[in-house]
T-cell receptor
Framework: AQSVSQHNHHVILSEAASLELGCNYSYGGTVNLFWYVQYPGQHLQLLLKYFSGDPLVKGIKGFEAEFIKSKFSFNLRKPSVQWSDTAEYFCAVNAMDSSYKLIFGSGTRLLVRP | DAMVIQNPRYQVTQFGKPVTLSCSQTLNHNVMYWYQQKSSQAPKLLFHYYDKDFNNEADTPDNFQSRRPNTSFCFLDIRSPGLGDAAMYLC?????????????FGPGTRLTVL
């Protein structure tokens, strides 16, 4: 069965620190990849997505992610975090060949200290 | 703005008392999803409608049912809520043509079971 792993469940950073959140998936076929963010008390919002082409994708609020097919990874990065980035981050994968549904990772809760 | 709307935002019910949550969308997407999300966990897909076709996840309890009277509206019915059903319920939509299955989420309904 397809699965998505987010290895960091809780991350605490100080403002201006760099961020990298890991995401690995298990599926050998073609995938669409997503990072969603859920700010405290708010709904899930799309941060960025990868469908094809340049494996380095840029999203909103200075976030970017790199798709490394050989590693089945789609890690999220931000060079300098802000307090307002405190949120929960979910990686999600769509296995294009088999379904239009998304498979979510378990999420990473990020706390940025001012 | 096109969006996914959920009502109510907060719902309190008693143990065993049926409850209905509603979702509407102005995106004209053909797929609508219901997820259950418990604290610090990934959204768990309960079921979805592909147009008028209902698709239940294998592990969704019979206690949960859904209706989609038209393209814009979808309802989640919990026939006999138990304490374990207290959660955030998320509605999402997507289209299956040209969008690579990106899902758009509503703000959620937080269900409390007393």
């Amino acid at each position: 069965a397809q699965s998505v792993s987010q290895h960091n469940h809780h991350v605490i950073l100080s403002e201006a620190a760099s961020l990298e959140l890991g995401c690995n998936y298990s599926y050998g076929g073609t995938v669409n990849l997503f990072w969603y963010v859920q700010y405290p008390g708010q709904h899930l919002q799309l941060l960025l997505k990868y469908f094809s082409g340049d494996p380095l994708v840029k999203g909103i609020k200075g976030f970017e992610a790199e798709f490394i097919k050989s590693k089945f990874s789609f890690n999220l990065r931000k060079p300098s975090v802000q307090w307002s980035d405190t949120a929960e981050y979910f990686c999600a994968v769509n296995a294009m060949d088999s379904s239009y549904k998304l498979i979510f990772g378990s999420g990473t809760r990020l706390l940025v200290r001012p | 703005d096109a969006m996914v709307i959920q009502n109510p935002r907060y719902q309190v019910t008693q143990f065993g008392k049926p409850v209905t949550l509603s979702c509407s969308q102005t995106l004209n997407h053909n797929v609508m999803y219901w997820y259950q999300q418990k604290s610090s966990q990934a959204p768990k897909l309960l079921f979805h409608y592909y147009d008028k076709d209902f698709n239940n996840e294998a592990d969704t309890p019979d206690n949960f049912q859904s209706r989609r009277p038209n393209t814009s509206f979808c309802f989640l019915d919990i026939r006999s809520p138990g304490l374990g059903d207290a959660a955030m319920y998320l509605c999402a939509t997507s289209r299956t043509s040209g969008s690579f299955y990106e899902q758009f989420f509503g703000p959620g309904t937080r269900l409390t079971v007393l």
